[in-house]
């Protein structure tokens, strides 16, 4: 696979010693030395990822809020305060996941998004298609960086980094919320089962972060750390976990689907129907007693009987 796309980090990267590999058309850090001192880090310390591959997509107009609604199988009117962020599946007619995401309310008339790096094309036709008919406009914001900062001193150690007014409102704030500043955007998330921050920022800002943040005493982790941190957390990734061939019930999102209250919005007859006809797979994890490693893709037995198939796995 090559990796003709590369972040506004990658030189810096390859100074400090990560070791690069192809990953979804990008030229990606897999790790800086061992992947187990940096898994060990964030979950002891703080760690910093580079997601700029990561697309944040802003949502903007009079009907973003009905928009959304329709577009997204959790319901966007549980984000009544401004920074509140809501996890959700973006879903086809017939229930299979386009994407999974993090959308962002700010005002009524703007909503952000951010979604994954390898969906990012397919992401925008759909929503762009899907938009017409409430008027919003689609802008994928190419002109931004952004940094993961995870651990149990990721915040303080990012604080340190950061305008007086951002860190301050930075201090208070909740999980699964947003505090902007200017042209930073930062928000109390991650995808590690870690506290910490995902910032936005203006690319050409995002070196002078990244290298702040290492003189601040965040270690920089690559690919490899942030798979087993997520998988160790019980995180889906899609790709492996879900696509557009599973709905969020076979895939363990049914956390994730308002499916109560009366809003229609895209794939809810097929969930609905996969819902009543029952029988639908489990999502467990698996935890491997003895030497080895479990596989993405390998077969589950109980005797000669099939009985699944593992989605993510690792040591």
């Not at 965040?218 to 492996?240: I, K, W």
């Amino acid at each position: 696979m090559s990796a003709d796309k590369k972040t506004i980090l990658n030189a810096v990267h390859r100074e400090m010693g990560a070791r690069m590999v192809p990953f979804g058309g990008w030229d990606m850090p897999v790790h800086y030395g061992s992947q187990l001192d940096e898994h060990h880090l964030v979950r002891r310390d703080a760690g910093m990822f580079d997601v700029c591959h990561m697309t944040v997509v802003d949502l903007r107009g009079e009907r973003v809020r009905a928009f959304l609604g329709y577009l997204l199988a959790n319901d966007v009117a549980k984000l009544q305060v401004p920074g509140k962020a809501l996890y959700s599946c973006m879903l086809k007619p017939d229930g299979g996941v386009i994407d999974d995401l993090i959308v962002y309310y700010l005002n009524e008339q703007w909503f952000r998004l951010v979604v994954n790096a390898g969906t990012t094309e397919k992401d925008i036709a759909w929503i762009t298609e899907q938009s017409q008919a409430y008027g919003v406009s689609v802008q994928a914001r190419f002109d931004l960086g952004m940094i993961a900062v995870q651990g149990p001193n990721a915040r303080a150690k990012a604080m340190t980094v950061m305008s007086s007014a951002l860190a301050e409102a930075v201090a208070q704030l909740k999980p699964f919320n947003a505090a902007v500043d200017g042209d930073w955007f930062v928000g109390r998330t991650g995808y590690t089962g870690e506290d910490g921050l995902e910032i936005v920022l203006p690319e050409d800002q995002t070196e002078a972060l990244w290298r702040a943040l290492a003189a601040a005493g965040v270690a920089p982790c690559g690919l490899g750390a942030r798979d087993t941190l997520r998988l160790e957390a019980g995180m889906n990734l899609y790709g492996s976990d879900m696509d557009e061939s599973v709905s969020p019930l076979q895939s363990g999102l049914a956390w994730t689907v308002a499916l109560r209250d009366e809003r229609d919005f895209i794939g809810r007859e097929s969930l609905l129907a996969q819902q009543k006809a029952g029988q639908l797979p489990q999502f467990i994890g698996l935890v491997l007693q003895g030497r080895g490693i479990l596989r993405s893709h390998q077969k589950l037995f109980s005797g000669d009987t099939e009985v699944g198939e593992i989605t993510s796995g690792g040591f």
